[in-house]
């Protein structure tokens, strides 16, 4: 039931959680900027816990959610696609370097190796301490 008629969330007389819709278009504005539920809930001025207590209960809005965190990396690549299609070099070699880098990277995979004499000295310090 509703204490307070501005509450935002609530549980009604069967006990199942509610939020009013006011709240539900501020959760998705913030979910669409890509807060996760920890923040978004924090944005809105609601415990986290009230808010994934109705995530749990209300599977379409938990599913939309879901959805519109995923808006700004969405975004992000819809915006690397289109300056790649213009031409623009920068996107395009951060994109290659990121998705093959086996191909396009420009850092050099540095390994180490351990020399002969190096391996001889760690076998007799592992005898040694066998011994102690």
């Known amino acids: 039931m509703k204490d307070n008629r501005f509450a935002s969330f609530w ?15 501020k959760l998705a ?4 900027q890509g807060l996760n539920h ?6 809105c001025g609601i415990k986290h816990s009230d808010l994934m207590e109705y ?12 959805g519109l965190m995923e ?4 975004q992000a690549k819809k915006n690397v696609a289109k300056a790649i299609e213009n031409g623009k070099m920068k996107p ?20 180490v190796k351990t020399s002969e004499s190096e391996t001889v000295r ?10 102690l």
């Not at 504005?29 to 669409?32: D, G, H, I």
């Not at 995530?55 to 879901?66: G, N, V, W």
């Not at 808006?71 to 969405?74: E, G, K, Y």
């Not at 951060?94 to 093959?100: G, Q, V």
């Open 122 to 131: 760690e076998k007799e310090f592992e005898k040694l301490l066998e011994n």
């Open 92 to 111: 395009t070699q951060w994109y290659l370097e990121r998705r093959r880098p086996e191909e396009f990277s420009t850092k050099a995979d540095v390994a």
């Open 71 to 74: 808006h700004l990396a969405i």
């Open 11 to 25: 549980h009604d007389e069967a006990g199942n959680p509610c939020i009013s819709e006011r709240l539900r278009a």
């Open 38 to 43: 920890r923040e978004a809930a924090m944005h």
């Open 29 to 32: 504005k913030a979910y669409r």
């Open 55 to 66: 995530i749990a209960y209300d599977e379409s809005f938990r599913m939309r959610a879901e």
